[in-house]
């Protein structure tokens, strides 16, 4: 079983191969999700806007009474910032999961070879509700585990706090791949996962191991359940909060200290939105470079022909033939 | 050099650091190294700071004995770095020994460095004074560069500098010793050679990079801090293996 183990790991690097070759010829993958960045961009700095709309409005009044001003903010809140604010949400949690649904789909059929151009939103619609409720589901998961994850990692002197994650990514790392593959249901992808982890165990532990060495820069505590902080890694923009110009013009009379913090805040914001979008562009290469080796590696199981195909028993004809055979020479 | 190559070149280099295993004894020696440095450093120390409070205490300001701290600490820097300069120089005679088949030994490692160690000392101080004054002409634009690009990507901006460096300037003590080459042939050699195959080498450079942060991290906290160096130079030795087998791959053109 040991040779097994390091072969399986070296036919890694061949994946790996076939995955760059794939991305080449498909440059289609990258799309959706350059698309999406760009609308999360755009909500984001809408949002910013509204919110900016708000602080103009109430910062004549700081000095003033404390509840007048909440109840101001409160009821400039509600009008179109509010219905901003949702929407962002909404886009936020469920988009990065139609994506990668309809991402994931366009995989298994490059992969497979079932076909060269596939739909992203055939995909994106068909498997968007069991992305979503892994999604949740793992997301649950580490909530419940999380004391005694955190226990046991405390106990093991540390160790357990970036083993276990690992170990747990290993058995996660190819739901998404089952479900697109196997088209089976969530629960049956989370099953084939598991298993899939389980008999390959050391070749995927290499796997994610270099996954989360490249995806991102500290990688030592990034580096946690793949499939969780991947999900949440298309979530953290959403705590980013950008800005665009400020096109409601400067306000006359307002304190040169409101003034400084609205540049202060509009100068934060900008560079927090550049580099969400930027930073995100190379996240998404890694993701997408990762995501198809999976399938990949899923399709192909680790697949070694037996190295010496027991011969077949010979045909007692066959047999006899061949004696009459030397017996004529 | 392509993505392929470079695949089929880390999987080589894979197969031969388990054959070898003994190719990664200088790296725990280069823990060890570190971890003796470290407590002859802490120990300097000591004994400069409780001197010089001695030599103050009267009012007496001793220069003497300040400035004879001063140099032993100047001693005590260069005798380090070529150490670990001899570690580098051993490490990459044991890589290009173990492609050519043959086995680890502590003979390869030491007549490597007795071979080349001079050749590469002076060179690297030639090439100390190119880089300062490199520095003092580039200083503005690195700074630049690093306000803006590098707080604009998150800091991929800054990875993307470091490995760019080491993709033109982090092969050529290898290859003056795989070629027997002189010190600045060598590095022109690996200017062009990072030139013609520049993403590949940045591949490799940043494999090398963020798996020598990250593993160490496995091991914990407390496994972290003691194992690091190892790692990093087990890490070092992997990716000689992948640059001498890809250079070799790129003379043969």
């Known amino acids: 079983m040991k040779g097994l183990k390091f072969t399986k790991t070296l036919m890694l690097f061949d994946y790996f191969k076939q995955t760059f070759e794939l991305n080449k010829k498909n440059k289609q993958l990258y799309t959706p999700q350059v698309l999406f960045l760009f609308l999360k961009g755009g909500l984001l700095l809408l949002t910013f806007l509204s919110f900016l709309q708000v602080f103009d409005r109430i910062s004549p009044l700081i000095g003033n009474d404390f509840s007048k001003v909440m109840t101001l903010l409160w009821n400039t809140f509600r009008g179109v910032p509010l219905i901003m604010t949702l929407t962002t949400l909404i886009v936020l949690l469920f988009g990065s999961t139609f994506v990668e649904a309809g991402l994931y789909h366009m995989y298994a059929l490059l992969v497979q070879e079932k076909e060269n151009h596939p739909s992203f939103m055939i995909g994106a619609s068909k498997y968007f509700f069991p992305f979503l409720g892994g999604n949740i589901l793992i997301f649950l998961f580490w909530v419940i585990a999380l004391l005694p994850y955190l226990l046991v990692g405390l106990l ?3 160790i357990g706090l970036f083993l276990i994650p690992i170990m747990v990514g290993i058995l996660l790392i190819t739901w998404k791949a089952s479900l697109v593959v196997d088209d089976d249901g969530l629960f049956t992808a989370l099953k084939n996962s598991i298993n899939f982890g389980k008999m390959n165990f050391i070749p995927l532990g290499v796997f994610v191991v270099i996954k989360n060495a490249l995806s991102s820069l500290n990688g030592s505590s990034g580096g946690g359940s793949s499939n969780f902080s991947n999900s949440y890694n298309n979530y953290n923009s959403f705590n ?24 202060v805040m509009i100068v934060l914001f900008s560079i927090i939105s550049v580099t969400t979008i930027l930073a995100g562009l190379i996240q998404m290469l890694f993701d997408i470079f990762f995501g198809l080796c999976s399938v990949v590696i899923y399709v192909d199981k680790f697949y070694i022909p037996d190295p010496d195909p027991i011969p077949e028993a010979m045909d007692i004809n066959e047999i006899i033939e061949e004696e009459v055979a030397i017996d004529e020479l | 050099m392509n993505f392929n190559t470079l695949m089929d070149d880390m999987k080589s280099a894979l197969i031969l650091s388990k054959e070898n295993k003994g190719l990664f004894i200088p790296a725990l020696l280069a823990n060890i190294l570190f971890v003796v440095v470290m407590i002859a450093f802490v120990v300097v120390i000591l004994i400069s700071v409780a001197g010089t409070m001695f030599a103050t205490v009267n009012d007496n300001f001793n220069w003497s004995l300040f400035i004879g701290y001063f140099i032993a600490a100047g001693v005590f820097i260069t005798i380090t770095s070529l150490l670990f300069l001899a570690l580098d120089i051993g490490i990459s005679g044991l890589v290009i020994g173990v492609v050519d088949g043959e086995k680890v030994s502590a003979g ?14 002076f060179t690297k101080i030639g090439f100390f004074f190119i880089a300062a004054f490199a520095f003092v002409i580039l200083f503005i634009p690195v700074i630049i560069y690093l306000v803006t690009v590098g707080i604009f990507t998150a800091g991929w901006g800054m990875v993307f500098l470091s490995c760019s460096i080491q993709v033109f300037f982090g092969i050529w003590t290898l290859i003056l010793i795989e070629d027997r080459r002189q010190g600045f042939e060598s590095i022109g050699v690996n200017i062009s050679f990072g030139k013609k195959n520049f993403w590949p080498l940045l591949l490799v450079f940043y494999v090398n990079l963020s798996l020598a942060g990250y593993l160490p991290s496995l091991l914990g906290f407390i496994g972290a801090s003691f194992a690091a160096i190892f790692i990093s130079y087990m890490m070092v030795t992997y990716t000689k293996i992948v640059l001498l087998l890809s250079y070799r791959r790129y003379k043969a053109l």
Request: aromatic residues 12%; glycine residues 10%.
């Open chain 1, 156 to 158: 093991t002197l540390s």
């Open chain 1, 240 to 263: 980013d909060l950008p800005n665009g110009p400020n096109l409601s013009g400067w306000n006359n009379g307002i304190d040169p200290f409101l003034d400084g913090m609205r540049i």
């Open chain 2, 108 to 121: 390869l490692f030491f007549r490597t460095i007795r071979d080349t160690i001079l050749r590469i000392f």
